[in-house]
């Protein structure tokens, strides 16, 4: 079942919740690919009911981003979510989410703002305001969808830790489930925005998990200067690859520390032919 309107998804999951089924929420901005799959297969295991959202969020992009380009393929969306077993698709348009005529700027609406200590880094450095748009839109669909469960992929680390930080702050009655990163053959982790990669750029961007598998092989053989770890990558990148950052922290806190420990993370992000393509690995597992 495909639902856009908001009061058509409440009207929806009533009997659901009545009945004490489970509701999981597995939140999307579409372009599915085998990595939502796996969150849909996870939600699917634990849940009684699974509804999927898909929906381009505007606030979660900088004036300078890809939102306008960003791949819309709703109707290829839902038939794999319905061949999946998904119950129900919530794509709400940006004016269902936001009002008719949304502005939106934080002089118009109410935003849930993460604290900076979580933000200032990684992603939240160059994607300024980003997470306040995640957290204000995902705090939307968990009051909309009212879920039980909801699950995130680990590729996003930064984005699961500011989650599941919201949702302990906030006491949202919500668990959070974190599910593994997918990966295609050789490493590359899948994410929507691989598809603007040519065959070669797919190629280079292999750098990434090769970087980060190297991390945690040196950790493993004994390395934990958080410093040296990050000199290792030195030695794989080339001019094709833009290194926009290599940083090691904690994997609950993003806390940085100088010396690795075995819930240690090592977070990169790089753009490849102008693709910005992030990536990330535990060092203890
Ligand atoms: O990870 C995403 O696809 C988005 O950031 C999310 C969580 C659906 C919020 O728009």
């Known amino acids: 079942m495909l639902i856009k309107k ?11 919740k009545a009945n ?6 597995v939140p999307t901005m579409g372009a599915l690919h085998n990595g939502h799959l796996s969150l849909i297969k996870a939600a699917k295991e634990k849940c009684d009911r699974v509804v999927v959202s898909v929906f381009v969020n505007p606030i979660q992009f900088g004036p300078n981003e890809d ?13 794999l979510c319905m061949k999946n077993g998904v119950d129900a698709v919530f794509s709400p348009s940006p004016e269902e989410m936001y009002g008719a005529g949304f502005i939106l700027s934080n002089d118009n609406l109410t935003y849930v703002c993460p604290p900076y200590n979580f933000t200032d880094k990684l992603c939240g450095k160059s ?13 939307k669909l968990f009051n909309i969808v009212q879920p039980d469960f909801a699950f995130f992929g680990e590729k996003d680390a930064q984005q699961l830790i500011i989650i599941k930080k919201m949702v302990k702050d906030l006491n949202i009655p919500i668990e959070i489930i974190g599910c593994p990163i997918v990966r ?5 982790a899948l994410s929507s925005r691989n598809k603007y990669l040519s065959e070669n750029g797919k190629k280079e961007a292999l750098l990434l998990s090769k970087i980060l598998q190297n991390i945690k092989k040196c950790y493993k053989q004994g390395i934990i200067n958080v410093d ?3 000199e290792t990558a030195f030695s794989f990148l080339n001019n094709n690859v833009e290194l926009e950052y290599l940083e090691i922290y904690d994997s609950d806190t993003l806390e940085e520390k100088q010396e690795a420990d075995d819930n240690s993370r090592a977070f990169i992000a790089c753009r490849v032919e102008g693709v910005r393509l992030i990536d990330n690995i535990k060092l203890g597992e």
């Open 127 to 139: 994607r300024v305001g980003h997470f306040d748009g995640v957290c204000t839109v995902v705090n």
């Open 67 to 79: 939102y306008n380009k960003y791949p819309r393929t709703l109707k290829a969306d839902y038939e």
């Open 6 to 16: 908001i009061n058509e998804l409440r009207e929806y999951i009533r009997p659901y």
């Open 184 to 188: 295609e053959t050789g490493g590359l």
């Open 228 to 230: 040296l770890l990050k």
């Open 20 to 25: 004490n089924e489970t509701l999981g929420l």
